[in-house]
């Protein structure tokens, strides 16, 4: 003999009617980068990620040309950053990223002499190994406040590369550009960079027949270009050292730079004696 079913209560009624109260997955979770040369410590910040945010997007590099590669191609939120790795240090990961696709940065390092200046240029935190598990949780919570709440970056760009800079002895230039076009994305290597001339509140790059426009200043492509490199030949022009064939003077009042690919560039005269001295 059957039992007869119980009748559905009002709430049962209810939680029928709403379907599965599971909560439902982030469809933008936020994407995470964990760079360090040691796997124990990778690990153990993924193991941690995994227990408090376990709908986040975890991926791991070993060394610096991986972590370069996953983040053109992750583009993470966040980056737990070692400093110290063999074949590029994270303040050199870093100077390779283009500043205005920067992510939230965690310094991860064994070494108590960087901390200090990370926290005079506003780094979001700085984990110093080892740490506890409440020390990780103070951090992550620290940047995920600041990835949801993007009025007010962690750190301003330049103000990371000047720490790169600063905490690496030696100032950090730009080697490569990036440049958006349609839906593509151009890197361009400084090195193999022709000319740059000023279009307005823009900047076309000239590299061999073809030539990139960004929405930029010249001046401010100067002060992260290396001046060892580049050199400027008039106010709205800035020429690679490199590529320079001649130097004609036409007359008195005329002097212009013949490119290796033939393009001839006028010097104005308040950058003549400058450019006589390279």
């Not at 007869?4 to 599971?22: F, W």
């Not at 360090?36 to 791991?60: F, S």
């Not at 983040?71 to 870093?94: A, S, T, Y």
């Not at 009025?151 to 800079?165: E, G, H, T």
Request: aromatic content about 6%; charged content about 30%.
């Amino acid at each position: 003999m059957t039992r007869p079913k119980p009748p559905i209560t009002h709430r049962a009624k209810e939680v029928s009617q709403a379907g599965d109260r599971r909560p439902r997955r982030d469809p933008n979770p936020i994407r995470v980068l964990i760079v360090d040369d040691e796997p124990m410590a990778r690990g153990h910040i993924q193991t941690l990620l995994q227990r408090e945010r376990p709908d986040w997007i975890v991926e791991q590099s070993g060394n610096g040309g991986e972590a370069l590669r996953k983040v053109n191609r992750l583009r993470p939120d966040l980056i737990f950053l070692d400093i110290q790795m063999p074949d590029m240090d994270g303040f050199e990961v870093l100077s390779e990223i283009d500043p205005n696709d920067l992510p939230q940065v965690v310094f991860v390092t064994a070494f108590e002499q960087y901390a200090i200046r990370a926290f005079e240029a506003h780094a979001l935190d700085y984990l110093l190994k080892p740490y506890d598990d409440d020390r990780f949780l103070d951090a992550l919570t620290r940047a995920e406040s600041q990835i949801l709440n993007r009025r007010k970056p962690a750190m301003d760009a330049q103000a990371l590369l000047d720490l790169v800079a600063d905490l690496s002895g030696k100032p950090t230039y730009l080697r490569r550009l990036t440049v958006r076009i349609s839906n593509r994305t151009v890197f361009i290597q400084v090195h193999e960079i022709d000319h740059l001339k000023a279009e307005g509140c823009y900047v076309r790059i000239h590299v061999g027949d073809a030539s990139y426009l960004i929405r930029d200043s010249l001046g401010r492509l100067e002060s992260r270009l290396d001046p060892g490199s580049f050199t400027r030949i008039h106010r709205s022009s800035l020429v690679r050292i490199d590529a320079i064939q001649a130097v004609l003077h036409k007359s008195r009042n005329e002097t212009v730079v013949v490119l290796k690919n033939g393009r001839k560039l006028p010097v104005s005269r308040s950058y003549r004696q400058h450019l006589k001295s390279l």
